[in-house]
């Protein structure tokens, strides 16, 4: 086949293919039910699996002929697995046949009075009530006493979890009341609460176990525990909606009979309403829906029941669902929940993201309980305050997004969320800077705190010991992040001093995983190696945003040794300064690179970063001058006036070249002033301090033609 059958519209395949296709749906429909009901790891989302089934149904509609034995339509779940005992099923646990739109609901409503005949003048009760997301749960009592449970399996036989049921406080041992039929099989729902879901989790973590992706998975996982005490620690509820096997029926109508169980004692659903015209049916799907996310629980979708018990009789079944019942899905993927709160979460370049704390809900399958709010423009953007109703949707695997808000819903007390300026990991300042090249001011907010910063820490230190930083041979990214977890290497200056904590610790490098005598013994080597290094190599490590090797390199010729250097940084934070005008004046060094290192060096945490490497007796080394011979070598040159036979920036070159320092402001350091066509103040001032004034062509002659 050319075009795979698979995305073929139905009406467009061929009898050949049609058949195919049935073939390939019910194998995989079978996979993704193995999947779901015995191993509780789905792999696709609801609404995909949806879609399978749709189109299955779809396909065979057109061509009824092609209805396959192994068909989907004809079974729901999958067979028990074999480690717990089986029971069979009396009365088969059916599947609903699904909605998804309105149209849907009228189409159910108008084929029920067509079916069963129904004058104008003759009222049809259709109930509503949510349908829970969890697994469904069979209970047997006798002359009022729980005998036996099982889950659905694949409808006819299930799997005995009496004793696991027995662990759930919303499952009673006994009927309350006096009067209990002989046999009564109670059905409904086993489900977890997003609260004891998100508990469930945590503690799963804390134990090293993996989380469960949704409620409803713990909650099948839990109830198909081997062990009962385990699935007694784990709090599973019940809501009962539906009966199997029974000696007599205490009512004629399905709101009589979830009367009759919340009278024996058992939960049901508190939103349940008797409706009379499509039009109620939906505006209770509508309410259920706008309400979902404070339930406490996932549902996904309404059921719709008919009402009188002799009509659903009449009504009967179609394969594998009753005529006289349908589930209304929500619409996968997006869905309504409250905003709770942002937190901040910092990366590891140091950027702030906001991110959105939900009320946790259900979207395509999985709880989500934040999402994205990408940076305070997005906040902006959306106008979302706190407590905020807003649509949250998944796309793909992808990170949660935020929508929209739903102002409508925007309760009194919604407050407005105020960005912090520090960063929340470390305290440090945290800045918006203007983009160099657009001149705009960047989305994204950063932490200042570089290297003390913990959640920038494991990547500063990466840069720090990479390869044109510090270049510690036998510290790669695995060491450092394995040194970075056991907090053995969590600042710079830890690396220095690594050699002399292991002497005195007990657990010996040596002997850790990974690690032998000989490879600990090369590593304290190759750090030994690098406690004196060039200063641009180490101005580089320092990670400093926008200070590239280039820059370092500019930098460590301009102010020759590390305490100078540092010095500089800390007085140029005052604009006015001579330190400033300075740093600006360096060739290559612009506004935004100067803030950057500016805001560097003013946090105190970066400070102490850098006398504690200092400390560990790391050395930083001027760069050789690069001709010692020159007249100008170290002395500190400025430029002013027009230049005619070279560009300011070709002089600055070749002065730095020549190991001459260049400065943009006259000063009492200054040892030479070139002055160009019409030199103003610098001039000036450079004949009031005493400073050598030199024209072009005489300079030229210095920098040798
Ligand atoms: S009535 C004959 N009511 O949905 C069908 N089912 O897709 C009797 N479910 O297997 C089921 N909430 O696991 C019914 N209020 C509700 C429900 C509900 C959830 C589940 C149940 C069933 C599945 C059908």
């Known amino acids: 086949m050319s075009e795979s059958a698979n995305d073929k519209p139905v009406e467009e395949l061929t009898f050949e293919e049609a058949a195919a296709e049935l073939e390939r749906l019910a194998k995989e429909i079978a996979r993704h039910d193995r999947l779901y009901y015995q191993k509780d790891a789905p792999e696709i989302s609801d609404a995909a699996y949806d879609a399978l089934r749709k189109r299955n149904d779809a396909i065979e509609k057109r061509y009824p002929e092609l209805v396959r034995d192994d068909s989907p339509s004809k079974s729901v779940g999958a067979a028990p697995t074999e480690a717990f005992g089986k029971v069979e099923h009396k009365v088969p646990m059916l599947s609903l046949s699904n909605g998804f739109e309105d149209a849907d609901v009228t189409e159910f409503w108008n084929r029920i009075r067509r079916f069963l005949n129904l004058k104008d003048d003759i009222v049809l009760e259709v109930t509503a009530e949510p349908k829970i997301d969890g697994l469904s749960a069979s209970l047997r009592y006798e002359k009022g006493h729980f005998i036996v449970g099982a889950t659905r399996g ?28 002989d046999v009564f099989e109670v059905r409904g729902e086993v489900y977890m609460s997003h609260k004891d879901f998100e508990a469930l989790n945590e503690r799963q973590e804390k134990a090293g176990k993996p989380r469960f992706a949704n409620p409803r998975n713990a909650a099948a996982g839990s109830l198909r525990q081997l062990d009962p005490k385990i699935t007694a620690s784990r709090p599973l509820r019940f809501f009962a909606y539906a009966w199997g096997d029974v000696s007599e029926l205490p009512a004629d109508t399905h709101s009589g009979m979830i009367e009759k169980f919340r009278h024996w004692g058992f939960e049901v659903n508190p939103f349940f309403r008797v409706c009379t015209s499509a039009e109620e049916l939906l505006a209770f799907y509508h309410e259920i829906e706008e309400n ?15 009402n009188r018990l002799d009509w659903q009789q009449r009504l009967g079944f179609v394969s594998r ?34 991110v959105a704390r939900l009320m946790p809900v259900t979207v395509g399958g999985v709880v989500v309980s ?68 657009t001149g705009k001011v960047d989305a994204v907010r950063r932490c200042t705190g570089g290297l003390i910063c913990p959640a920038q820490a494991m990547e500063r230190l990466r840069h720090f010991v990479s390869r044109n930083a510090f270049d510690i041979e036998g510290l790669g990214e695995k060491q450092i992040a394995a040194f970075y977890e056991d907090g053995l290497i969590t600042r710079p200056a830890d690396i220095f001093t690594l050699e002399e904590r292991d002497r005195k610790s007990l ?36 990670g400093i945003r926008h200070v590239g090797e280039t820059n370092a390199r500019l930098l460590a010729r301009r102010y020759d040794t590390l305490d100078h250097f540092i010095a500089e940084m800390e007085k140029a934070a005052d604009r006015e300064s001579d330190a400033w005008r300075d740093l600006l004046s360096i060739d290559g060094v612009g506004d935004v690179l100067a803030e950057a290192l500016v805001d560097f060096f003013a946090e105190e945490h970066n400070r102490e970063a850098l006398a504690a490497l200092q400390k560990a007796g790391v050395k930083a080394l001027p760069l050789p001058a690069q001709e010692t011979s020159s007249p100008v070598a170290g002395k500190t040159v400025v430029f002013t006036g027009s230049l005619e036979r070279m560009t300011r920036s070709e002089a600055k070159a070749r002065a730095e070249q020549l190991g001459a320092k260049v400065a943009g402001s006259v000063s009492a350091k200054t040892d030479l002033l070139v002055a160009g066509a019409d030199a103003g103040s610098k001039l000036a001032k450079a004949a009031a301090l005493g400073v050598k004034v030199i024209s072009e062509d005489e300079w030229i002659e210095m920098a040798g033609g």
């Open 321 to 354: 669902s009753p005529r006289w019942a349908l589930a209304h899905k929500f619409p996968a993927e997006q869905a309504m929940t409250v905003l709770e709160g942002i937190d901040i979460q910092v990366g590891r370049t140091g950027a702030l993201t906001p």
């Open 370 to 437: 934040n999402a994205t709010l990408h940076n305070e423009d997005e906040i902006e953007r959306l106008g979302v305050r706190l407590g905020d109703t807003v649509v949250v949707q998944r796309a793909g695997d992808v990170i949660p997004q935020i929508v929209r808000v739903v102002e409508e819903k925007r309760p009194r007390n919604a407050r407005h969320f105020k960005f912090p300026d520090r960063c929340p990991a470390c305290g440090s300042h945290a800045v918006r800077e203007t983009n160099e090249k």
């Open 507 to 542: 657990k010996k490098l040596k002997d850790r995983e990974g690690w032998g005598p000989t490879s600990a013994a090369n590593l304290f080597k190759a750090i030994d190696g690098r406690r004196e290094i060039d200063l641009d190599r180490f101005i580089f490590a320092l």
């Open 154 to 181: 694949d409808g006819r036989e299930g799997e005995n979890v009496t004793e696991n049921l027995k662990t759930i406080d919303d499952v009673p041992e006994k009927f309350k009341g006096r009067s209990a039929p």
């Open 292 to 306: 979902r996310a404070s339930l406490g629980y996932d549902i996904d979708g309404v059921v719709y029941k008919v």
